[in-house]
């Protein structure tokens, strides 16, 4: 192999003296050119492996990053146990619910409407309570559905009592002949033992913080001596429990 090499050494005759250089053919054997290193490349990083991609932070590398994380899942922790302990030491009651009314109203129409006043009650001395949306009641007679609707939403401060409003649809093809006969009859009182059910979206609400929500069942057996305007309640129990799944 012959290679080219520029001789930077100025000729010595004075005539020739001057900036020119000369050239020179080397003869280089071809193991020797073979075994030559390849020349670098001009935009190659001498800090950097050839063949392998620049290594990047990643996002949670950064300590800035690790440490808010820390700091954020530490208050809410905190947060949490804090309300934990506070509702296992207050012990909250659930709410209570009582009938102090029913009546029919419309007996003719198609979809007669009952009437029926609750009362509740709310035992706790630092609990409030709110009725969230999506409850619904049933009133029933011997099993068989008389009358729904939905139960209204209010909030009930701690340690008092008020009076709430069910207004319930019913189904005159569906209901029962004993409570038609009870609701048409004016003249000949004619007891009846319903049943009220009521599937209450319940939460407690400790000082300024709304906790949990649980739905409870208020489930009122009762017996009325009639439907019709002079109704009056005989007897009732209403239990509340921990509405089914």
Known sequence: MVSVIDDPTPALHPSNAGLRSESYAVDVPNDEARSLPPP??????TSETPGQPPQTRGFFSRPRVVITLLIVFSVLSFAVISLGITYLLLSPKNPRLSISKIMVTHPWANQPLVLISLKAQNPNNRVGVYYETGGTAALSYKNKTVATGLFPTFFQGKKGSRAVGLVLRAAKKKMPRQVR?????TTTKLPLSLNLTMNVPVRMKIWTTKIWIEELMFDCKFKVNTLSNSSRIVNQRCPTVAAPK
């Open 40 to 45: 670098p490349a001009n935009n190659a990083s």
């Open 181 to 185: 006969n009870s609701i048409l009859n």
